[in-house]
């Protein structure tokens, strides 16, 4: 089993930044890609970005320039840093991996509980 567990989340005001971070545990054998998802009230959960195994990463046009995703050197965190962050960021942010397990080859996507993140006008 594979767990993902998200920190960071809070209130701020508009302009200001947070940082995310997302920890894998478990039965890993292989991260193929870690990322962030977000889901506002009363709208579909919506991909942010996402970093592979190499390092590539990919953006939402929506947060491009602002957000920074990256992982540590063991590749089982991930963070995102949020900076001039608008009043539209709000929203219940998820973690994201897709992850063989160990001893295993097939990979599936795994979710974490998500953390809020609000930011006021």
């Known amino acids: 089993q594979v767990q993902l567990v998200e920190s960071g989340g809070g209130l701020v005001q508009a302009g200001g930044s947070l940082r995310l971070s997302c920890a894998a545990s478990?039965?890993?054998?292989?991260?193929?890609?870690m990322g962030w998802f977000r889901q506002a009230p009363g709208k579909q959960r919506e991909f942010v970005a996402v970093?592979?195994?190499?390092?590539?990463?990919n953006y939402a046009d929506y947060v491009k320039g602002r957000f920074t995703i990256s992982t540590n050197n063991t590749k089982n965190t991930v963070y995102l840093q949020m900076n001039s962050l608008k009043p539209e960021d709000t929203a219940v942010y998820y973690c994201?991996?897709?992850?063989?397990?160990?001893?295993?080859?097939?990979?599936?996507?795994?979710w974490g509980q998500g953390t809020q993140v609000t930011v006021s006008s």
């Open positions: 994201n991996a897709d992850v063989a397990a160990r001893y295993t080859t097939q990979s599936y996507p795994y």
């Open positions: 478990g039965s890993i054998g292989r991260i193929n890609a």
């Open positions: 970093i592979t195994s190499r390092g590539n990463t």
